[in-house]
T-cell receptor, first 114, second 117 residues
């Protein structure tokens, strides 16, 4: 596909479970961002990768959140021991270069923690 | 620190009315970029426009126009002759490339626009 894809689109987890969210960026895009969007709010930055290097993880809310992009392409956001406050839409975006201003967003994964 | 404020939480208009969505931003950087995104009910963020801090020319694209004023740190968005399909949540965003800033987007809280037939 030509765009950013994310899977699963919907995830329901019981409190305490671990979840893994996948992002497939546009092929060849160097930069990859993860954002968290709570209901009724704007997206908030979580972490940034340039190729396989995680250059900014200042937005990760706790050490239960972990992200990786081992081969500089697909990225996985993992949340351990999920809590109700983790319920949100998780958006992935990619951009062509390290200084590219235009980010292309995926459809998001809606996580509901019960 | 950077911040984006969209003071209007919800706006409701009748089709064919003009509507302006306000956006005020804060940054100490002299080089920055401003964006507008549309988020329809399907949830995917749709890019509308990008402006850099050195280009204050207003822009028009069809029924959409943008007014960038550095003096008031504002980047407002006007829809002329609104249509029902314009109903969505609209986000203003800011990004900065400098030491410690990797171009991440800082979003406002969004304005929900409802256009009634």
């Amino acid at each position: 596909g030509a765009g950013v894809s994310q899977s699963p689109r919907y995830k329901v987890a019981k409190r305490g479970q671990d979840v893994a969210l996948r992002c497939d960026p546009i092929s060849g895009h160097v930069s990859l961002f993860w954002y968290q969007q709570a209901l009724g709010q704007g997206p908030e930055f979580l972490t940034y990768f340039q190729n396989e290097a995680q250059l900014d993880k200042s937005g990760l809310p706790s050490d239960r959140f972990f992200a990786e992009r081992p081969e500089g392409s697909v990225s996985t956001l993992k949340i351990q021991r999920t809590q109700q406050e983790d319920s949100a839409v998780y958006l992935c975006a990619s951009s062509l270069g390290a200084q590219s201003t235009e980010q292309y967003f995926g459809p998001g994964t809606r996580l509901t923690v019960t | 620190a950077q911040k984006v404020t969209q003071a209007q939480t919800e706006i409701s208009v009748v089709e064919k009315e003009d509507v302006t969505l306000d956006c005020v931003y804060e940054t100490r950087d002299t080089t920055y970029y401003l964006f507008w995104y549309k988020q329809p009910p399907s949830g995917e963020l749709v890019f509308l426009i990008r402006r850099n801090s050195f280009d204050e020319q207003n822009e028009i694209s069809g029924r959409y126009s943008w007014n960038f004023q550095k003096s008031t740190s504002s980047f407002n968005f006007t829809i002329t002759a609104s249509q029902v399909v314009d109903s969505a949540v609209y986000f203003c965003a800011l990004s900065v490339f400098s030491t410690g800033n990797t171009g991440k987007l800082i979003f406002g809280q969004g304005t929900t626009l409802q256009v009634k037939p």
